[in-house]
């Protein structure tokens, strides 16, 4: 099992990136998969995750409206986009992969599930 992020980089205050998480070693299609983050001094936190199927999709508040997550399923990755980026966008973002077979609410996306992470990848919004 292995997901790795890319696709960060530094960005002005209005800017977008995507991000990409390239997953292998297992069937995506069975597996919900979400982005994370952690800033400086700060708890991680679910940005956002997607069902099993990608029919599905949660986002925390201060990311709806200019975040979107999606899966492709033939290349084997989920990106995240990421539009009108401000300052506080600012952390390191992981994707993690939720375990099917624990009793949670994968919609949640609070990281509970999450049965493997991939390395990071920085994301740095100037202002």
């Known amino acids: 099992v292995q997901l790795q992020a890319s696709g960060g980089g530094l960005v002005q205050a209005g800017g977008l990136l995507r991000l990409s998480c390239t997953l292998s070693g297992f069937p995506l299609e069975h597996y919900a998969i979400g982005w994370f983050r952690q800033a400086p001094g700060k708890e991680r936190e679910g940005v956002s995750c997607i069902s099993s199927s990608g029919d599905a999709a949660t986002y925390i508040d201060s990311v709806k409206g200019r975040f979107t997550i999606s899966k492709d399923l033939e290349k084997e990755t989920v990106y995240l986009q990421m539009n009108s980026l401000k300052p506080e966008d600012t952390a390191i973002y992981f994707c993690?992969?939720?375990?099917?077979?624990?009793?949670?609410?994968?919609?949640?996306?609070?990281?509970?599930?999450?049965?493997?992470w991939g390395k990071g990848t920085q994301v740095t919004v100037s202002s």
């Open positions: 993690g992969r939720d375990d099917p077979w624990y009793d949670h609410d994968w919609s949640r996306c609070d990281g509970a599930g999450i049965d493997n």
